[in-house]
């Protein structure tokens, strides 16, 4: 896995929920452009050994670091234990990590609601808050928060999805206002329908409807959402904050009537 332009040499990146599909592809994307990478996970840690591994293997630097975001403190941790590893410096976080059950609003409790709140938004307000604190001493960096096209074309049985995705955007809006002036960036990347093993069998009627729909004719890969987050936290993008880049093969751009 050698450099592909050597865009992120030098930087060191945190990606949260990395351990497969899409953070995984962020990971080694970042890894492929030249940065040493923080390869976090809450559970999946023989996955995300296996993404640092090959990582290593390729010739560059990973570490796998756990923690629970639901949990304030220790997205804090994980922050400071992501800096140590690029000795003092962290130049760039990507908020990946993130849950997405299925449940009618009817019968949606607040302790569901409040699990994919904690989980999708409220990590990324804790992430980026203790990610900012390093960066401002150190010459800034970028933030990239992994949204949805759900934040903007809400699906059934996904409202406190798209409702945290939908507040995850904003976040980053509001961010990039506050801190722009310490040098650091804060977008969002919006992916469409990601394939992923075993996608097709479980859910073959959003999968074919999803094919008919999309002017580019395919699903998304997770390396189509690396290559998006390279770019923002390369100096590519240094006029570029406050953005949310849709990442979806173009179906958002299909008349809906």
Same mark, same amino acid.
């Given at each position: ?23 995984? %592809? ?22 995300? %050994? ?100 759900? &934040? ?27 801190? %722009? ?44 959402? %690396? ?5 923002? &936290? ?24």
């Amino acid at each position: 896995m050698p450099a592909v332009s050597g865009l992120l040499a030098g930087q060191t990146a945190l990606v949260t929920g990395a351990g497969g599909g899409i953070g995984r %592809g962020i990971a080694l994307r970042f890894a492929e452009e030249g940065a040493a990478v923080v390869v976090h996970c809450r559970t999946s840690v023989t996955a995300a %050994g296996e993404v640092a591994a090959r990582i290593r293997d390729s010739g560059g630097r990973a570490v796998v670091l756990r923690a629970d975001l639901t949990d304030e403190d220790a997205c804090r941790r994980l922050v400071r234990e992501a800096a140590e590893f690029g000795a003092g410096r962290l130049t760039a976080l990507v908020n990946n990590a993130g849950v997405q059950p299925t449940r009618e609003l009817a019968g949606m409790t607040a302790a569901e609601w409040r699990d994919v709140v904690d989980t999708d938004l409220s990590s990324v307000f804790a992430c980026t808050q203790a990610a900012v604190e390093v960066m401002r001493e150190t010459g800034g960096g970028t933030v990239t928060h992994i949204a949805s096209i759900e &934040a903007t074309h809400p699906a059934p049985r996904h409202a406190h999805y798209c409702a945290a995705k939908a507040a995850v955007v904003m976040h980053a809006r509001s961010a990039a206002l506050e801190y %722009g002036p310490l040098g650091i960036r804060v977008n969002t990347v919006s992916p469409g329908l990601i394939d992923r093993e075993g996608l097709a069998e479980a859910l073959p009627e959003g999968v074919a409807r999803w094919q008919r729909a999309v002017p580019t004719g395919r699903l998304g890969r997770p390396e189509d959402i %690396g290559d998006a987050c390279v770019f923002l &936290a390369s100096p590519l993008a240094s006029w570029i904050t406050g953005h949310d880049l849709v990442v979806d093969g173009g179906v958002s751009a299909r008349p809906t009537w």
